[in-house]
């Protein structure tokens, strides 16, 4: 994105992946399709915020406009709200980095500084007359923990990996690797509604983890939308707390992230098994975090928390841990929580402006999610590689050939993304890129 400013042009940017069947979880759908329709979710996005800033406005007041309008647009279309958020997102991040750069301050800076005029009561009346700074910390985070995904296809131990299958490379696959090599203790454990299954692999969890860390290791229950009634997850969770062999994983485990469907998660009808379990573990949602509203109304029917995404919206992160903040005064004996996502983005922009925000927010872990699935930046020109380890030192290492993020006694470093804009120190060369048509 290109903005004009005070100081002059400048010039921010907003990456991600396109992960398949997560903003639309409809199987029917190709990739291809899917990935056409988040090209057109970005395409929209940008014609709206370009209509939005067409005049001098605060980030803020244009995001507002901007934002509305891309939902419009693109749920006309038939289209997921989700899908349209992460259409918004990209452009707003790229704004953000844009104005930060322009004001010469990092991202956490420039909140401190007003530099993007958020009003918090503009969105949510329980914040009116409320500021950033009530519930941001006054510095970054400079560490957070690393929380891996356990999905269901990863393989738990080392007896489990099959040459030919995973690769042997140097790199950790297996979580038993994780747990001895990256030291890791915090886990996101998938589970999918088959409730033997689901048992059976966090028991094996369990002991897997528990060798290593004996109870001092934590974790978070994602449902990933896979039932339909809150009755179908209380069984799982009857199971779990019936089973001396999982006593230790249940103490352990955070939160319940969002165990239904985005059609129900929010229906009256589940409104008292979601407050019912929330009393014994706290649940969130994460999928139906679709608009600026969703948190909000999620907190209505029993949620206790939401899951923070760049690629959802950085400016609604800041909004929802506002809220939060707020009800957990209100009633100190239901805390509300937000955790750390990342849908496995990828260095240098998407993973590291998704981690600034954590560090912003004061999150203490952060989901990693499928890293081993990728060769960290070899996908990057060579030239942005060596940038990225010699000005995010911190947060990358080179290992057996190959730059990547570096976890190290369970967490990563992460004071250098403290630097002007946001999350990244340097603008990525756009000519050694492939342009796509946007629609």
């Keep these: 994105m290109v903005a004009e400013t005070p100081s002059g042009i400048v010039s921010g940017f907003g990456g991600d992946c396109f992960p398949p069947l997560w903003f639309d979880k409809d199987a029917t759908k190709s990739f291809e399709l899917q990935v056409e329709e988040m090209v057109f979710a970005i395409g929209t996005a940008a014609a709206c915020f370009r209509d939005a800033f067409r005049t001098g406005r605060t980030v803020f007041d244009g995001w507002c406009d901007a934002h509305a309008e891309t939902m419009r647009a693109v749920t006309e279309r038939s289209l997921p709200r989700l899908l349209a958020a992460f259409g918004g997102g990209m452009l707003e ?7 930060a750069r322009a004001a010469n301050v990092s991202f956490s800076k420039g909140l401190a500084a007003d530099c993007f005029g958020i009003r918090p009561g503009r969105i949510h009346p329980e914040l009116a007359g409320a500021r950033l700074s009530d519930w941001i910390p006054a510095e970054p985070a400079r560490h957070v923990w690393v929380r891996q995904t356990v999905g269901f296809a990863d393989p738990l131990g080392r007896e489990e990996l099959v040459e030919g299958v995973w690769p042997d490379d140097g790199f950790p696959v297996a979580i038993e690797d994780y747990l001895a090599d990256s030291r890791v203790r915090y886990f996101k454990l998938k589970v999918g509604n088959h409730l033997e299954r689901d048992v059976a692999r966090l028991r094996a969890f369990a002991a897997l983890a528990e060798r290593y860390w004996g109870d001092a290791y934590r974790l978070t229950l994602d449902g990933n939308e896979q039932y339909a009634r809150m009755a179908d997850f209380e069984s799982l969770v009857d199971a779990i707390e019936s089973d001396a062999n999982l006593a230790t994983l249940w103490s352990n485990t955070l939160v319940i992230e969002q165990p239904l469907s985005r059609a129900a998660a929010m229906s009256a009808d589940e409104t008292r098994g979601i407050r019912e379990l929330s009393a014994r573990k706290p649940i969130i949602i994460d999928e139906s975090d679709s608009d600026v509203h969703s948190f909000r109304e999620a907190i209505d029917v029993g949620y206790r928390g939401v899951s923070s995404k760049n690629c959802k919206g950085p400016i609604k992160s800041l909004l929802n841990a ?9 009633d100190p004996g239901r805390p509300m929580i937000v955790t750390g996502e990342d849908l496995c983005s990828v260095g240098v922009i998407p993973v590291q402006a998704d981690l600034c925000l954590a560090a912003t927010l004061g999150l203490e872990h952060v989901e990693r999610n499928g890293h081993h699935y990728h060769k960290g930046l070899d996908y990057l020109p060579p030239g942005e590689r060596r940038l990225a380890l010699a000005r995010h030192g911190d947060f990358y290492a080179e290992r057996a050939g ?5 976890i190290r006694d369970g967490r990563f470093a992460i004071a250098s993304l403290q630097c002007v804009g946001f999350g990244f120190d340097f603008a990525p060369d756009m000519g050694a890129r492939d342009p796509i048509e946007l629609a």
């Design 93 to 99: 991040r790229a704004l953000l980095d844009a104005t």
């Design 322 to 330: 506002g809220l939060a903040r707020r009800f957990t005064l209100r």
């Design 402 to 406: 190959r730059i990547a993020p570096r």
